[in-house]
């Protein structure tokens, strides 16, 4: 089985950057010292961010500044999109940054899902979507933040499953099948999750997509062949991209349009289709349990 790709893809995110930073520095004769000043960062600062040993990404508004400096789409720079378009009005309209606190209550993301109610929510999460989690995965995400009880962290989850399961209700969902492969198998950052709460997790995955199908649709690419980072599409009106401790929030038409293509992309190449999850997940829990975990 492959591992859980959570730092891999990290590293492939800073790696493609980095490497579109670069380009489009040569195309634009820009020094290091020139594109430092420009931004407002120290050059020793663009030298870290530029570094191969880098491993993360550099502050949201430091990245729209340099697609700013650089003339070149933040979608391009991001490795969102392979067309480099210069686009003069998507520079003009940087996306909103919005800050994302280590709770399971975020302001933001509720008004954002209440606000595109009737419309198609598009998710790649960072790992299993909020609304299928049990409690115990819950809080073993949030086992580390002060103050938070297992009953808080798992509002926000909760929140998210009365939403799918509105009438009017229309998400589709898209991960990497090496991810739940990876969560079923203990890999990565669930390696201290024990074997039954994982196979508990995997029992509930497969009801409750019995019980929202087809209001919710969740589809498995191969992580082998596609990347995508997470990123939520709330229909016509925004898009969020998740980036650590912060989102980038696009509201302007162009951005949501090349988001969501990009991720009915990665349906079109799924390797296991939404109507397949149910038994998918049972083959998952059935291995889980001849191996004792």
Not at 198 to 203: E, G, N, P
Request: aromatic residues 8%; neutral net charge; glycine residues 6%.
């Amino acid at each position: 089985m492959a591992p859980a790709t959570s730092s891999l893809d990290k590293r492939l995110t800073v790696q493609l950057f980095r490497d579109r930073l670069e380009q489009a520095m040569e195309r634009t004769g820009t020094t290091r010292a020139g594109l430092a000043r420009r931004i407002g960062v120290d050059r020793s600062t663009l030298s870290q961010i530029l570094s191969p040993e880098s491993v993360r990404l550099p502050r949201a508004d430091t990245v729209a500044a340099m697609a700013g400096a650089l003339q070149v789409s933040l979608d391009w720079l991001l490795g969102l999109t392979e067309g480099n378009q210069l686009g003069a009005d998507i520079l003009e309209r940087a996306p909103e940054i919005s800050p994302r606190r280590r709770a399971p209550e975020d302001e933001n993301l509720r008004r954002w899902y209440a606000e595109a109610a009737g419309y198609k929510i598009r998710l790649v999460p960072t790992n299993l979507p909020d609304p299928l989690k049990i409690a115990e995965v819950v809080a073993y995400e949030y086992r580390e933040t002060p103050g938070l009880s297992a009953e808080q962290a798992m509002r926000r989850s909760l929140d998210r499953l009365d939403y799918a399961r509105q009438p009017e209700t229309d998400i589709e969902i898209c991960t990497s099948i090496q991810m739940l492969r990876g969560f079923a198998l203990g890999q990565g950052v669930w390696e201290d999750l024990p074997a039954e709460v994982r196979i508990r997790q995997l029992v509930h995955i497969a009801d409750l997509i019995d019980e929202l199908y087809p209001s919710v649709r969740w589809y498995l690419y191969d992580g082998r062949n596609e990347y995508a980072v997470p990123v939520t599409v709330f229909g016509p009106k925004r898009a969020a991209l998740y980036v650590g401790n912060m989102y980038l929030v696009f509201t302007t038409t162009e951005h949501i349009r090349v988001l969501t293509r990009r991720f009915d992309d990665l349906i079109r190449r799924a390797v296991v289709q939404a109507h397949e999850i149910p038994g998918f997940v049972r083959r998952l829990v059935a291995e889980l349990q001849e191996t004792g975990g």
